[in-house]
T-cell receptor, first 113, second 116 residues
């Protein structure tokens, strides 16, 4: 069984500040981990994913995430927030041989000018 | 850039009515999925579909639900007799390859279903 917990349904940061969105997972098999972003009236867009190999994963728009097995975490970061980063962010877990993605409840990111 | 499209964007229906939600996956993709998100809750997997067959379904996907690929481009989700608790955002997704979540799933913008 797999599950995801995203701490903080709403996060606000100032423009130029660090963005940190938290994700913890539970998985009985080696996990594949994903971050998706959803802008208003658009579909879920893949930001980045971890499957195997390097634990620090870089994605689009300057985001990165680090897989920490000991902490069962996959937190999303960006050094400097931009107004265009305002969106809803979803963490998800999957696994080898498992087609379905299990999502968290999402975090709405607001950027303060 | 190719994208998954869904129609309608918002559907309002009366309890007990049948609804069909439509999706056009990316043209060279072979694996198709439906997920839903009840307001304030998690995005939940409903079903995956490949080669005109359901390959996996969740416990939510009971006899009231069905999926179909009626032609070479559309992928539909039918709810036979809607209940109040079916009110949710329904997302369609497709992937070029399947069998594992390793393969990127591309999501549509969703259809918001409201059951009155």
């Amino acid at each position: 069984a797999q599950s995801v917990t995203q701490l903080g349904s709403h996060v606000s940061v100032s423009e130029g500040a660090l963005v940190l969105l938290r994700c913890n997972y539970s998985s009985s098999v080696p996990p594949y981990l994903f971050w998706y972003v959803q802008y208003p009236n658009q579909g879920l867009q893949l930001l980045l994913k971890y499957t195997t190999g390097a634990t620090l994963v870089k994605g689009i728009n300057g985001f990165e995430a680090e897989f920490k097995k000991s902490e069962t975490s996959f937190h999303l970061t960006k050094p400097s927030a931009h107004m265009s980063d305002a969106a809803e962010y979803f963490c998800a877990v999957g696994g080898f041989g498992n087609e379905k993605l299990t999502f968290g409840t999402g975090t709405r990111l607001t950027i303060i000018p | 850039e190719p994208e998954v499209t869904q129609t309608p964007s918002h559907q309002v229906t009366q309890m007990g009515q049948e609804v069909i939600l439509r999706c056009v996956p990316i043209s060279n993709h072979l694996y198709f999925y439906w997920y839903r998100q009840i307001l304030g809750q998690k995005v939940e997997f409903l079903v995956s579909f490949y080669n005109n067959e359901i390959s996996e379904k969740s416990e939510i996907f009971d006899d009231q639900f069905s999926v179909e690929r009626p032609d070479g481009s559309n992928f539909t989700l039918k709810i036979r007799s809607t209940k109040l608790e079916d009110s949710a955002m329904y997302f369609c997704a497709s992937s070029e390859d399947g069998g594992s979540s390793y393969n990127e799933q591309f999501f549509g913008p969703g259809t918001r279903l409201t059951v009155l």
